[in-house]
C-alpha cells in the first residue's frame, strides 16, 4: 500500500494496516528536538525507511500535534513513537529490549554506562553530532539493529547521551556554515545506514 500526501492526510491507519508494516530493526531518538517541523519530517523519514519506532524525549512535542501532523503528511499516525523524559532512558528501553539476557540487563540497570561496551549487548547506538570523538559518517559499519540519537536544533545530543553511544558520527562541512539541519543531517545518515550499506 503506498499512500499519497494527500491520502496520508485524512488517513487512519487500524491495527491490521499497521501490522502489515515490515518494519527494520532501526530506532531514532530525538534528544530535545524542539521544531514540530522537524520531528514531522522525521516522522516522514522514519516511514520512508520503515523504522520501528521513534522516541520523542525531554522537550520534545508529541502528536497529536497540528504542525507535526502538516510537516508528517500524516506519517506520525503510521510510525510507532514513544515519549521518554530523557534520551538516556531511550537509550537504556533499547538496550534491555536487546540485551541477551537477563545477567546483562542486571548489569545495565546497576551501571548502565560501563555496561555498553558489553559485546553480548545487541543493538548499536549511534549519535549523529560533532564532536572531538566523532568519526566520518561514511566509514562506519552500520547493522541492524541500530538507534540513531539527533539532538536539540543549538545544543545538539546531550551529554549524557554522547556518553551512552557506541559512535559519534558527523557529516563533513565544505562551506563556512558548521552544520546541516537536524531532520537533513538525519536523512543523510540513515540512508547511507539503511540503503547504501
Wanted: hydrophobic content about 40%.
Amino acid at each position: 500500500m503506498k499512500l499519497g500526501a494527500k491520502q496520508l492526510r485524512v488517513s487512519e491507519p487500524s491495527e491490521a494496516d499497521l501490522k502489515k508494516i515490515k518494519r527494520r530493526e532501526v530506532y531514532i531518538i530525538c534528544d530535545n528536538v524542539l521544531d514540530t517541523y522537524n520531528i514531522g519530517s522525521i516522522f516522514r523519514l522514519a516511514d520512508a525507511l520503515a523504522v520501528k519506532c521513534v522516541y520523542l524525549c525531554g522537550g520534545s512535542e508529541t502528536p497529536p500535534n497540528a504542525r507535526i501532523a502538516k510537516a508528517s503528511v500524516g506519517t506520525d499516525k503510521w510510525v510507532p513513537w514513544q515519549y521518554r523524559a530523557t534520551a538516556v532512558e531511550a537509550i537504556l528501553d533499547l538496550r534491555s529490549r536487546h540485551s541477551g539476557g537477563s545477567e546483562t540487563t542486571d548489569r545495565i540497570s546497576r551501571d548502565p554506562i560501563a555496561s555498553l561496551q558489553d559485546d553480548r549487548i545487541g543493538i548499536k547506538v549511534v549519535a549523529i553530532e560533532q564532536s572531538k570523538n566523532s568519526q566520518d559518517f561514511r566509514k562506519v559499519e552500520y547493522t541492524e539493529p541500530v538507534a540513531f540519537v539527533v539532538g536539540h536544533e543549538t545544543g545538539g545530543v546531550s551529554k549524557e547521551a554522547l556518553k551512552m553511544a557506541d559512535q559519534i558520527v558527523e557529516i563533513p562541512m565544505f562551506g563556512i556554515n558548521r552544520s546541516l539541519n537536524v531532520m537533513v543531517s538525519l536523512a543523510i545518515v540513515l540512508y547511507q545506514a539503511v540503503v547504501m550499506d
